[in-house]
C-alpha cells in the first residue's frame, strides 16, 4: 500500500526532525515530510514543470525559522513521487487534516464534486462511492475510472481502422514506389516496396489507450486496478503503443475536447482520461515520459464552475436568462468623437437576467476565506476582510450591467466565517454630473447594492436556496 500524505492548499512541508514529536509550538499548521520525501518533493518544485499554463508556480519553496519550506499554492489534486508515495492536496477549507479520516474523506469527495463541473474534462461519471470504503486516495481512483471507461470499449470490441503504410513486401498491393523499391530490391527481385491502407486494430486511439495503460501499469498500487490492466492489455494485444503521444491526440480529439471521428464517440471518455494522464491537458501542469502521475486543478476555477452549475440548475430557464463569462461588456469607449472603439472589457462570472422585468443581477466568486479565526487584522477589519480591488469591481460590474444587485460569493468555513453570513450588505447612493431630463445638464443618483454571500460547500442545499431569495425576490 502507497504511502499517502495529505495537506491542505496553502499548507507547508518542512522536514520532519529527528527525536522531536511533531512541529515545534506555533507552527502546528506545518507538515513534517520524512528527508527522504522532502527531497523528492522539492525536486519537483525546482523543476521546470512545476508551472501551470498560465506560468504561475505550484509549489514554492523558502526558508525560515524551521528551516527549508515549500508551500503549496492554490492547487488541489496530487503529486506522485518517484518512490511512488502520493501528496494529496485538498481544499483549505478542510484545514486542519491532520490525523482526522473524516475529513479527508469529505475533502477527496468535495473536490470529485467539483472536477464533475469542470465539461472539458472526464469528470462528470466520476464516481465517489468507495472512497470511504477503500481509503484508495484520489489517484487510486482516476484510475479505476479510467479503466472502466477502457473496459466498456474492449467489452464492446475494438475498433478497426485504415492506416496508411508502407514497406518492403512479398506480394504487390497498393503503390509501387520506384525510387525505394529499386534501392531495396534491386537484387531481392522477390519483394515490392509499397505504400496501401492497411485495415488494422492499431489506430491512433487504440495505440493511446495501450500507451496509458502500460503508463499506469507502473504507478497503481491497488490490487483491483492492475488486474484489471493485465486484462485490458491482452485485449490491446495487436495494437502498439503510441510513438507520439501529441500527434496522436492532435489526430483524434478536436481542440483537445472532443474526438474528431463521430464514429468514436464512444472513445471519448477514455481518451479524455489518457489525455489527463499522458499529458496534454489544460489542467495537467507536471507530465513527461520519466514523470510520475501529477493531477493538479487550480482551485479558483474549480470554485467558479462549481458556483455556476449549481446557480443554472436551480433557477428555473423559462423564468431566468444565465449567462457565463460574458465578455460582451466594456468600462469605456475609445475616441468617443471619433470612431469610437471598445476598451477594458470586463467578465463577470455569471450574468442572470429575470425575464419578467428584465432585472439583472452580477455574480462573482471568491475563492478567498475571509476571516481567520482570531478576527480580521489591521486595516482589512473595517471592511470585514474582503478586497478593496473586489468592491471597486463589483461596483464597476454594477454600472457598466445596470445591474440591480451584485452578489459576491465566498466559501463558507466553519469556524471562520461569522455568523450572520446571509445578511452582508454593501449599498452605495451616488450623485454623478449627468442628464437629468432630456439633454438638459444636471445630476443624477445612482445606487450599486453588493451582497456578500457564503456557499456552505458541504450543504449546498441550503446555501442554493438562500441564493434564490436574492433572484427572486
Same mark, same amino acid.
Given at each position: 500500500?502507497?504511502?499517502?500524505?495529505?495537506?491542505?492548499?496553502?499548507?507547508?512541508?518542512?522536514?520532519?526532525?529527528?527525536?522531536?514529536?511533531?512541529?515545534?509550538?506555533?507552527?502546528?499548521?506545518?507538515?513534517?515530510?520524512?528527508?527522504?520525501?522532502?527531497?523528492?518533493?522539492?525536486?519537483?518544485?525546482?523543476?521546470?514543470?512545476?508551472?501551470?499554463?498560465?506560468?504561475?508556480?505550484?509549489?514554492?519553496?523558502?526558508?525560515? $525559522?524551521? %528551516?527549508? +519550506?515549500?508551500?503549496?499554492?492554490?492547487?488541489?489534486?496530487?503529486?506522485? &513521487? *518517484?518512490? =511512488? #508515495?502520493?501528496?494529496?492536496?485538498?481544499?483549505?477549507?478542510?484545514?486542519?487534516?491532520?490525523?482526522?479520516?473524516?475529513?479527508? $474523506?469529505? %475533502?477527496? +469527495?468535495?473536490?470529485?464534486?467539483?472536477?464533475?463541473?469542470?465539461?472539458? &474534462? *472526464?469528470? =462528470? #461519471?466520476?464516481?465517489?462511492?468507495?472512497?470511504?470504503?477503500?481509503?484508495?486516495?484520489?489517484?487510486?481512483?482516476?484510475?479505476?475510472?479510467?479503466?472502466?471507461?477502457?473496459?466498456?470499449?474492449?467489452?464492446?470490441?475494438?475498433?478497426?481502422?485504415?492506416?496508411? #503504410?508502407?514497406?518492403?513486401?512479398?506480394?504487390?498491393?497498393?503503390?509501387?514506389?520506384?525510387?525505394?523499391?529499386?534501392?531495396?530490391?534491386?537484387?531481392?527481385?522477390?519483394?515490392?516496396?509499397?505504400?496501401?491502407?492497411?485495415?488494422?486494430?492499431?489506430?491512433?486511439?487504440?495505440?493511446?489507450?495501450?500507451?496509458?495503460?502500460?503508463?499506469?501499469?507502473?504507478?497503481?498500487?491497488?490490487?483491483?486496478?492492475?488486474?484489471?490492466?493485465?486484462?485490458?492489455?491482452?485485449?490491446?494485444?495487436?495494437?502498439?503503443?503510441?510513438?507520439?503521444?501529441?500527434?496522436?491526440?492532435?489526430?483524434?480529439?478536436?481542440?483537445?475536447?472532443?474526438?474528431?471521428?463521430?464514429?468514436?464517440?464512444?472513445?471519448?471518455?477514455?481518451?479524455?482520461?489518457?489525455?489527463?494522464?499522458?499529458?496534454?491537458?489544460?489542467?495537467?501542469?507536471?507530465?513527461?515520459?520519466?514523470?510520475?502521475?501529477?493531477?493538479?486543478?487550480?482551485?479558483?476555477?474549480?470554485?467558479?464552475?462549481?458556483?455556476?452549475?449549481?446557480?443554472?440548475?436551480?433557477?428555473?430557464?423559462?423564468?431566468?436568462?444565465?449567462?457565463?463569462?460574458?465578455?460582451?461588456?466594456?468600462?469605456?469607449?475609445?475616441?468617443?468623437?471619433?470612431?469610437?472603439?471598445?476598451?477594458?472589457?470586463?467578465?463577470?462570472?455569471?450574468?442572470?437576467?429575470?425575464?419578467?422585468?428584465?432585472?439583472?443581477?452580477?455574480?462573482?466568486?471568491?475563492?478567498?476565506?475571509?476571516?481567520?479565526?482570531?478576527?480580521?487584522?489591521?486595516?482589512?477589519?473595517?471592511?470585514?476582510?474582503?478586497?478593496?480591488?473586489?468592491?471597486?469591481?463589483?461596483?464597476?460590474?454594477?454600472?457598466?450591467?445596470?445591474?440591480?444587485?451584485?452578489?459576491?460569493?465566498?466559501?463558507?468555513?466553519?469556524?471562520?466565517?461569522?455568523?450572520?453570513?446571509?445578511?452582508?450588505?454593501?449599498?452605495?447612493?451616488?450623485?454623478?454630473?449627468?442628464?437629468?431630463?432630456?439633454?438638459?445638464?444636471?445630476?443624477?443618483?445612482?445606487?450599486?447594492?453588493?451582497?456578500?454571500?457564503?456557499?456552505?460547500?458541504?450543504?449546498?442545499?441550503?446555501?442554493?436556496?438562500?441564493?434564490?431569495?436574492?433572484?427572486?425576490?
Amino acid at each position: 500500500m502507497r504511502k499517502i500524505y495529505y495537506i491542505e492548499e496553502t499548507g507547508t512541508f518542512v522536514k520532519e526532525r529527528p527525536g522531536e514529536a511533531g512541529p515545534p509550538v506555533g507552527r502546528e499548521k506545518q507538515t513534517e515530510l520524512p528527508e527522504k520525501i522532502f527531497d523528492q518533493l522539492r525536486k519537483f518544485a525546482d523543476s521546470g514543470q512545476n508551472r501551470a499554463k498560465d506560468g504561475k508556480r505550484i509549489l514554492k519553496y523558502s526558508s525560515g $525559522r524551521s %528551516g527549508l +519550506r515549500i508551500q503549496v499554492q492554490n492547487y488541489v489534486g496530487l503529486i506522485t &513521487l *518517484p518512490d =511512488r #508515495t502520493v501528496i494529496e492536496i485538498l481544499p483549505k477549507i478542510c484545514a486542519p487534516l491532520q490525523g482526522d479520516d473524516e475529513k479527508i $474523506r469529505k %475533502g477527496e +469527495r468535495l473536490v470529485a464534486a467539483m472536477l464533475r463541473s469542470c465539461r472539458d &474534462l *472526464p469528470f =462528470r #461519471t466520476l464516481k465517489m462511492s468507495g472512497v470511504g470504503a477503500e481509503k484508495t486516495g484520489l489517484l487510486e481512483i482516476f484510475i479505476r475510472m479510467f479503466l472502466e471507461e477502457t473496459a466498456r470499449i474492449a467489452g464492446r470490441g475494438l475498433r478497426c481502422g485504415y492506416e496508411e #503504410t508502407e514497406g518492403n513486401e512479398r506480394y504487390l498491393k497498393g503503390r509501387l514506389k520506384f525510387p525505394e523499391h529499386i534501392r531495396y530490391n534491386l537484387v531481392n527481385k522477390e519483394k515490392s516496396y509499397v505504400r496501401y491502407d492497411d485495415y488494422r486494430v492499431s489506430r491512433p486511439e487504440n495505440r493511446l489507450l495501450k500507451s496509458c495503460l502500460l503508463y499506469l501499469g507502473r504507478w497503481t498500487s491497488s490490487s483491483v486496478n492492475r488486474t484489471m490492466i493485465r486484462r485490458l492489455l491482452e485485449k490491446f494485444h495487436e495494437t502498439e503503443p503510441s510513438q507520439d503521444i501529441q500527434k496522436d491526440f492532435g489526430l483524434v480529439l478536436s481542440f483537445g475536447r472532443k474526438v474528431t471521428d463521430r464514429s468514436m464517440k464512444d472513445y471519448e471518455a477514455a481518451l479524455l482520461w489518457s489525455r489527463v494522464f499522458l499529458g496534454g491537458g489544460s489542467f495537467t501542469p507536471y507530465t513527461g515520459e520519466e514523470s510520475a502521475p501529477a493531477l493538479l486543478f487550480p482551485m479558483e476555477i474549480l470554485y467558479e464552475k462549481y458556483a455556476a452549475e449549481k446557480i443554472a440548475g436551480e433557477l428555473d430557464g423559462e423564468q431566468f436568462e444565465i449567462s457565463v463569462q460574458d465578455e460582451g461588456k466594456y468600462l469605456f469607449k475609445k475616441n468617443p468623437g471619433g470612431d469610437p472603439e471598445d476598451n477594458f472589457g470586463i467578465r463577470p462570472d455569471m450574468i442572470i437576467t429575470r425575464k419578467c422585468d428584465s432585472a439583472r443581477f452580477i455574480v462573482d466568486t471568491k475563492w478567498k476565506v475571509l476571516f481567520g479565526k482570531g478576527g480580521a487584522r489591521g486595516w482589512d477589519a473595517h471592511h470585514y476582510g474582503i478586497k478593496i480591488n473586489d468592491m471597486y469591481q463589483m461596483f464597476g460590474y454594477h454600472m457598466v450591467c445596470g445591474a440591480r444587485c451584485a452578489v459576491l460569493l465566498y466559501p463558507y468555513v466553519r469556524g471562520h466565517t461569522p455568523g450572520n453570513r446571509d445578511n452582508l450588505e454593501f449599498d452605495s447612493e451616488l450623485t454623478v454630473a449627468g442628464t437629468a431630463d432630456g439633454d438638459v445638464p444636471g445630476k443624477v443618483k445612482t445606487r450599486a447594492v453588493v451582497k456578500v454571500r457564503f456557499l456552505d460547500l458541504f450543504d449546498m442545499e441550503r446555501s442554493m436556496e438562500e441564493l434564490k431569495e436574492i433572484f427572486y425576490r
